[in-house]
């Protein structure tokens, strides 16, 4: 069965200081990875995504993402964290072993940066 | 370019009420999500939709939720008669065209509260 897990519900740093996210999956076949970041009262917003090659994928915002097939992870990380950051983020996957265009989410991890 | 626009943005109803939500995609996008999202949760999937065929709602609990996706345009997400437990954020999303593993366009979201 497929699934992601966030196995963090919150991430406390402090600005400046590096962060990672931490999600790890489960799939059939080859995974499709994607992280979303949702602010409050708004929907969610891509922010990067795995689908093959540089297991290091950059994204929007500064943000990068490292697909570790072994661990089957893959961390969300920012070298330098701001107080702007502080959102949810949710990991999600697609299972390359299906032909249709269906996404499992995490049950996300808030991400508090204080100044 | 507009995003996925969803209206109403929030909605207090009693329950055995009934329900209706709309979403607009981005222009264009012919693949169109319904996804819940409960408090604290990442969102599910209720309906796929690939023009104006419906083609995954296994999810969708059929004896009281319908959806339409009329002209393969806007969509609308019914419930009726609502129920206390159907409290959620109701998320829609969109994404184009295309032979490659693309990410999703979320709406803002209808905050549905069930009294």
């Known amino acids: 069965a497929q699934s992601v897990a966030q196995p963090e519900d919150q991430v406390n740093v402090a600005e400046g200081n590096p962060l990672t996210v931490k999600c790890t999956y489960s799939?059939?076949?080859?995974?499709?990875l994607f992280w979303y970041v949702q602010y409050p009262n708004r929907g969610l917003q891509f922010l990067l995504k795995?689908?093959?090659?540089?297991?290091l994928v950059k994204g929007s915002y500064g943000f990068e993402a490292e697909f570790n097939k072994s661990q089957t992870s893959f961390h969300l990380k920012k070298p330098s964290a701001l107080v702007s950051d502080s959102a949810l983020y949710f990991c999600?996957?697609?299972?390359?072993?299906?032909?249709?265009?269906?996404?499992?989410f995490g049950s996300g991890t808030k991400l508090n940066v204080k100044p | 370019e507009a995003g996925v626009v969803q209206s109403p943005r929030y909605k207090i109803i009693e329950k055995k009420q009934p329900v209706a939500f709309w979403c607009n995609p981005i222009?264009?996008?012919?693949?169109l999500y319904w996804y819940r999202q409960n408090l604290g949760q990442g969102p599910e999937l209720l309906i796929r939709?690939?023009?104006?065929?419906?083609?995954?709602d296994s999810q969708l609990p059929k004896d009281r939720f319908s959806a339409e996706r009329l002209k393969g345009v806007d969509s609308t997400l019914k419930i009726q008669p609502a129920e206390l437990g159907d409290s959620a954020v109701y998320l829609c999303?969109?994404?184009?065209?295309?032979?490659?593993?693309?990410?999703?366009?979320f709406g803002p979201g209808t905050r549905l509260t069930v009294t």
């Open positions: 222009s264009g996008h012919n693949t």
């Open positions: 799939v059939s076949g080859n995974p499709y």
């Open positions: 999600a996957v697609r299972d390359g072993a299906y032909n249709f265009n269906k996404f499992y």
């Open positions: 795995y689908i093959t090659g540089d297991n």
């Open positions: 999303a969109s994404s184009p065209p295309g032979l490659g593993i693309l990410e999703q366009y």
């Open positions: 939709y690939e023009n104006e065929e419906a083609v995954d």
